[in-house]
């Protein structure tokens, strides 16, 4: 069970502390951060939620990324979290959005990590993914529209792919 700080909409502290075993009070927001992951030659890295997440299992997602913990800025836990779920480990991230979310309860900051990294040495996080793969651009903006493909967080993402 992880310990995270509320925020109100205007991204202000609420002062309380919320659990990530229990749901978003009404009125409050969690901190959430996607990284998305480009090699230098080109290709993006999309990694495979485990089968026992109990959320949108088996499925391909373009990011990494997760809640931030209690006293994480949105820049640490991106750098945290890439580490975690990747094995990359960079200081150098590029925010490509900053989405406010009432309805869903949650403040999320999307990063770029551009990276030279082993594309073979992608440390996987037991009990996150199971498998990853790099797709060049072209390749990826076709994977987006199958059902091999996280589409419920299309409205984070294709803020970044409409770029492309």
């Known amino acids: 069970m992880e310990l995270w700080d509320a925020y109100y909409a205007d991204e202000t502290l609420a ?4 659990l990530s ?3 978003v009070p009404d009125g409050l927001l969690r ?18 939620r485990a089968f026992t997440k109990h959320s949108f299992p088996a499925l391909f997602e373009l990011s990494a990324g997760g809640s931030a913990q209690k006293g994480e800025t949105p820049y640490e836990c991106a750098v945290r979290e890439l580490r975690e779920e990747t094995g990359i480990e960079t200081n150098d991230l590029t925010e490509v959005y900053h989405i406010i979310s009432p309805e869903k309860h949650t403040i999320y900051y999307g990063y770029l990590c551009i990276t030279d990294c082993d594309k073979d040495a992608i ?5 996150e993914t199971i498998s990853y ?13 199958t059902d091999k493909y996280l589409t419920a967080y299309k409205d984070r993402t294709d803020i970044f792919l409409d770029t492309l």
Do not use: A, M
């Open 133 to 145: 793969i790099w797709l060049s651009e072209k390749e990826l903006l076709e994977f987006v529209n």
């Open 123 to 127: 440390r996987l996080l037991e009990g």
């Open 21 to 23: 075993s229990e749901p």
């Open 15 to 18: 002062g309380t502390d919320l």
């Open 31 to 48: 901190l959430v951060c996607d990284i998305i992951v480009r090699h230098i030659d080109g290709d993006y890295l999309l990694t495979q």
